[in-house]
């Protein structure tokens, strides 16, 4: 089967540094991506990786390591507007992006 | 500002009676997906469309189907919506075939079924 584990929760507050880390176990892979989802919102795209390493967009970094099948997201100097639902998700040989089960990230101030 | 769009924002509907959601996009992507996506779980794909090329998933029900009559324009019908069918309908696009890494999405439809 094809699954991507995250943790369900994680809280912090306002200026702290969360790490929110996600397992994979797919047929295929052709990339980690990291989506952000506001209740009752869209997922947006945040980053993606094809190859292990770090990769930084702003306040946000993402990593990737193949051989572990391991990835995670790096939030820094959170915001309260951060607080939403992450999902990791790894992109098949059909294109399609099968999605973690979901991180709710609960920013206090 | 090219986008997803998705109409209506909330649908209400009976239970047995077909209805229709629609999606459209500004970005001249290729591919198009329909989600479905519950309380507190993650998007499940339902279809979707390299171009005019559809893509069903196994486990999607018979009584979800798609149309997608040009590039802009996608459709998802529920032939007779259960009470299990509510939920949130996300459409989203990617550029082309390969790209589907980074997926842009609509706002949503929530479809609520009494």
């Known amino acids: 089967g094809q699954s991507l584990e995250q943790p369900s929760e994680v809280t912090a507050v306002e200026g702290a540094i969360v790490q929110i880390n996600c397992t994979y176990q797919?047929?295929?892979?052709?990339?980690l991506s990291w989506y952000q989802q506001h209740d009752g919102g869209a997922p947006t795209f945040l980053s993606y990786n094809a190859l292990d390493g770090l990769e930084e967009t702003g306040r946000f970094s993402s990593f990737l390591s193949r051989s572990d099948s391991y990835g995670y997201l790096l939030l820094q100097e959170l915001q309260m507007k951060d607080s939403a639902s992450y999902f990791c998700a790894v992109r098949d040989n059909t294109d399609k992006l099968i999605f973690g089960t979901g991180t709710r990230l609960q920013v206090f101030p | 500002d090219a986008m997803v769009i998705q109409n209506p924002r909330y649908q209400v509907t009976q239970f047995g009676k077909p209805v229709t959601l629609s999606c459209s996009q500004t970005l001249n992507h290729n591919v198009m997906y329909w989600y479905q996506q519950k309380s507190s779980q993650a998007p499940k794909l339902l279809f979707h469309?390299?171009?005019?090329?559809?893509?069903n998933e196994a486990d999607t029900p018979d009584n979800f189907q798609s149309r997608r009559p040009n590039t802009s324009f996608c459709f998802l019908d529920i032939r007779s919506p259960g009470l299990g069918d509510a939920a949130m309908y996300l459409c989203?696009?990617?550029?082309?075939?390969?790209?589907?890494?980074?997926?842009?999405f609509g706002p949503g439809t929530r479809l609520t079924v009494t």
């Open positions: 797919t047929s295929g892979f052709y990339g």
């Open positions: 989203a696009t990617s550029r082309a075939p390969g790209t589907g890494t980074e997926q842009y």
């Open positions: 469309y390299y171009d005019k090329d559809f893509n």
